[in-house]
């Protein structure tokens, strides 16, 4: 490398490490706690077999999954302006990112409930509490704890999948780094710069789901 | 009578009817053995006296109530449920819960019980199987007979008039059967009314004092278990009974000697 880039490579550093805090990190923490949200809700629905709610969960999971997050994106930014929809530019991110990654997160919710034994709930019963009840101490938790790396698997995926967002013109710390390759016309460097940042923090959430586990482990895993 | 059935029929979609009208009575006190070859409807009729599954027809009276057993209504249903207790033959503990919770989560959350007197109950509910040493203890980190003892005290906790047993030492290796077969054996000691559905016979004729012996959905021959073991009235029961012994299923579990103890790895519960 030679004493240029490198020089550029230090000035880039504090200008994408604040557009990684200011942006990509709550864009994907406001779009995983509403991913989160949605798929639990999206789950249970299914789980409970409650008619109607249940087929229009298939038809979000069905859509969702069957078309690009691209086009997604692209739908609600520059389509829905023709109906007289306008959303700014990071609610969009949000609002997609969030149904996106619910729809992919239900199904492993989904599943995650169904492996609960159905003892479990017919214990629940036999012990006078109601279907609620033993939803929310025995059937949730059990199948939280189940579905706890899958969701840290989709987490850690959300992170690096927000970087489209600049299509939307939002600027996160990729297009933070696609504005200073322009000025300067130094690509390799500041692409693996910006991708060492991305391996740095998801190596940290990676650390984050072994020490959740690690706790969530203690009345000795899902069996 | 404290409890009586009658007529329950149920038939599931391919196996055709599995019940066919079975009807048995209980009075308070009685130790009632549900006895049979495996397909016989035995554990459908357990479940179905407990709303587990839905009898297609049938008709319940449990302390001078009658519910019709198809078209019982959900409080009804939790009007029955709160005077009986279930054990189940795979112990169905809540996995996520400790052997403490576990006996108190019914009594908190179904019975509204405040939680000072709900552990006082689930205290002495374990003390009573012998598992008040492991209170803090995870199903995971019990053997079979431990978590059977604790689902015991589980239902026991809630003070049920009747207490219904769905083949409560099938899933226990042989050396496990025994501590959980005493601690039955002292319930019905204690004049608990228990209805038991269960492959051993030396129990039985031991603990119940009636039997209802059931076959392809039908019941057999209804009797004081004196008479059922001793002194059978029906061909079929003499059959069954003369097939058990020859398997020896009598002769090589007696229950009168002291049972060992089991020896297992004590896992520490803050590993």
Redesign the interface.
Known sequence: MTARQLAIVKDALPFLLKAFVNVTLPLTALSFLLALLISVLVAMIQYAKVPVLKDLCRVYIWIIRGTPLMVQLYLVFYGLPDVGIVLDPFPTGVLVFGLNEGAYMAEAMRGALESV?S??L?????????YT?TMW??IL??AL?TVFPSFANSLISMVKGTSIVSAITVVDMFKEALDIIGRHYEVLPLYIEVALIYLVFCSLLTLLQRLGEKLLG?????? | MMLEIKDVRKSFGKDGEVLKGVSLSVDKGDVVAILGPSGSGKTTFLRCINFLERADSGQMVFDGNVYDMHSIKKRDIAAVRRKTAFVFQNYNLFLNKTVLKNVMLGLVHGLGMPRALAKEAALSALERVGMADKLNAYPSQLSGGQQQRVAIARGLAAKPEIIYFDEPTSALDPELIGEVLNVMRSLADDGMTMIVVTHEMEFARSVSNKVLFMDKGEVIETASSEDFFNNPARERTRAFINSILTKGGVEKKPLSEPQPQPQLGFIDSTR
């Open positions: 034994p003892g479990q017919e214990a629940g019963y036999c012990v006078n509490m109601s009840s101490h025995v938790p059990q704890r203690a009345y000795g895993g899902a069996r």
